[in-house]
């Protein structure tokens, strides 16, 4: 192994070399300076806009929450200090004092009501978290209440996704409402940012580099829990999983939390470097247009071939997931048949994967009138998830097998997300994660009835099945532990029979680090400098 190290070594300091323009201005190495890289970019600073990892990630280290997580995703205080339930539909939180945010302004409960507002509005993609954390209001300087419709047994949960902006500053800059990424509208939300979070946004430069600066009033750095020393944290979006990797090598950053899997076990053989290894909460699915009558990009006219049950079970028995799972991602995968980022509330039952059975998919194409197949276009990002192109074009060989010739379109994140909003699409690549454990994250925004309200924002197939919706319905509100998990199995379950999406596996991703840099590895794979000391 270490021969092998050394005979990519030299290869991977000349394409190294490719990224001299870009982290020319990034400082030389320090103790304080973090230079992170990634497959792609952050979307937008609007913090509500894009309801996209990366995005979020960033935006978590500018904008500060009520209540955050910990480097064990537990939910611990953030901007409130206590809380309670008054009653079953209300709860109170005490704000913390002597908070402000990035341009010196004074953190108060209006900022709080405020952004609660802004997060619910129609050009916001984490409105179905905000509308079930409940209404807001003000009851002093220093205390606000939500009144939820009804019993919300995880609240905690839905308002640690909500960032809070300065109410002064968004009217001060006419951006009340969040961008509309998807219509490419611009505001100063864009690239520029207020918050009150550790670091603040010193420049941004979308598909060059982000620097955010340590902000030396924030308010946890008296905290003992948050003892990293990083001063500066500069990330670069570098596409190539090669180039990326020989950018860690050479030093000229310092980690990468999404390395190509085939990279991994010559990283671990790599001086200098090291491998912080763990999982990632995410589930990477496929989903079809189950609405229109008629697919935009298929060869069938006159009907859509995806509201057939039989033809949806005929692409989910021609995936080989074993192959995929050795081949595509060199067994850094957790194939599975649950529409979940997690399997803390699914059963064995639920996880387990309908066969791999390309002539039952023949023979189910031909009871459902297409013996000869069709032609069909899969959309994919190229910059997203871990091998996701490679894994489209695995599974696009697969159904042209049994006669579903797919064309396969590929596309970086930044034209592909706003692509899926517009429902520009037939058949498409999905994932969905982040750092909580409970299905409502899934089942409410991704496999729900869209409402425009946001349940089924993510929903980007627009079918809809009563039953389900009847069933997470009673999970919002449900407050006994045992009957809401039998709630949320019954849904995951509908999912699983019906194969409303086709679900292929969870990521893995072990992050790779210069070997002094300590930094914990969280399962929603985000990157938080707080807890990051250099050495």
């Known amino acids: 192994m270490k021969r092998l190290a050394r005979s990519v070594r030299a290869p991977m300091l000349v394409l190294a070399a490719s990224l001299a323009a870009a982290l020319a201005a990034a400082p030389f190495a320090d103790a304080k300076t973090l230079r992170w890289a990634g497959r792609g970019d952050p979307q937008t600073m609007d913090p509500f806009s894009q309801n996209e990892n990366l995005t979020n990630n960033i935006n978590n280290l500018v904008y500060d929450t009520l209540v ?18 008054v009653n079953p539909t209300t709860w109170r939180f005490k704000l913390r004092q002597g908070v402000k945010f990035h341009d010196g302004t004074p953190f108060t409960a209006d900022d709080v009501v405020f952004s609660m507002q802004r997060a619910a509005e129609d050009t916001s993609q984490i409105r179905a978290y905000s509308n079930a954390a409940g209404k807001p209001r003000k009851i002093d300087e220093s205390t606000v209440e939500f009144v939820t419709s009804g019993p919300n047994p995880i609240e905690l949960e839905h308002l640690v996704t909500l960032f809070i902006m300065s109410k002064a500053w968004c009217e001060k800059n006419k951006c009340m409402k969040p961008l509309d990424f998807k219509a490419k509208e611009e505001m100063i939300t864009a690239r520029n940012a207020n918050g009150t979070g550790a670091y603040s946004l010193k420049s941004r430069e979308p598909d060059v580099k982000t620097v955010l600066v340590r902000n030396p009033d924030w308010w ?10 990083v001063d500066e944290v500069v ?3 570098i596409a190539n999983d090669a180039t990326r990797l020989a950018a860690l090598v050479a030093g000229n950053v310092d980690i990468i939390n999404d390395p190509a899997p085939q990279d991994v076990p010559r990283l671990h053989q790599t001086p200098g470097v090291k491998v912080i290894d763990g999982f990632e909460q995410r589930i990477v699915f496929i989903g079809m247009d189950q609405a229109r009558d008629e697919l935009l990009y298929s060869s069938v006219k006159g009907k859509n071939p995806f509201k057939d049950k ?70 994919c990002p190229n910059n997203r998830y871990v091998n996701d192109e490679k894994i489209c074009q695995a599974l696009a060989a697969m159904w042209t097998k049994i006669g579903v010739n797919t064309k396969l379109v590929t596309l970086p994140r930044a034209q592909y997300f706003p692509k899926l909003e517009k429902l520009d699409t037939s058949l498409y690549m999905l994932g969905w994660g982040g750092a909580s454990t409970d299905a409502i994250f899934t089942l409410q925004p991704v496999l729900s009835t869209y409402n425009g309200k946001g349940d089924g924002d993510f929903n980007y197939g627009r079918y809809t099945d009563p039953k389900f919706d009847a069933i997470t319905a009673e999970v919002k509100v449900e407050m006994n532990p045992d009957k809401r998990l039998a709630l949320i199995r019954r849904a995951l379950e509908i ?30 794979n985000q990157v938080w400098p707080i807890w990051a000391k250099m050495k």
């Open 235 to 237: 990330y670069t979006p």
């Open 310 to 379: 039989r033809v949806r079970e005929a692409l989910y028995k021609a995936v080989d997931i074993d192959a995929i799972h050795k081949a595509t991602m060199r067994g850094l995968s957790k194939p599975s048949g649950a529409m979940t980022p997690s399997p803390v509330q699914t059963t064995p039952e639920i996880e387990k994967r309908f066969a791999y059975d390309p002539a039952a998919s023949k023979k189910l194409l031909a009871e459902a009138g297409y013996p000869n197949g069709f032609e069909v276009t899969l959309d």
């Open 68 to 85: 955050m997580r910990d480097k064990d995703l537990k939910v611990i205080p953030g901007l409130a200090t206590s809380w309670e339930q």
């Open 220 to 229: 946890g750095w008296k905290d003992k829990r948050f003892d990293g020393n």
């Open 495 to 524: 999912q699983r029979n019906e194969m409303y999406h086709l679900p292929l596996h969870r990521q893995v991703i072990p992050w790779a680090a210069r070997s002094n840099v300590d930094i914990p590895h969280r399962a929603d």
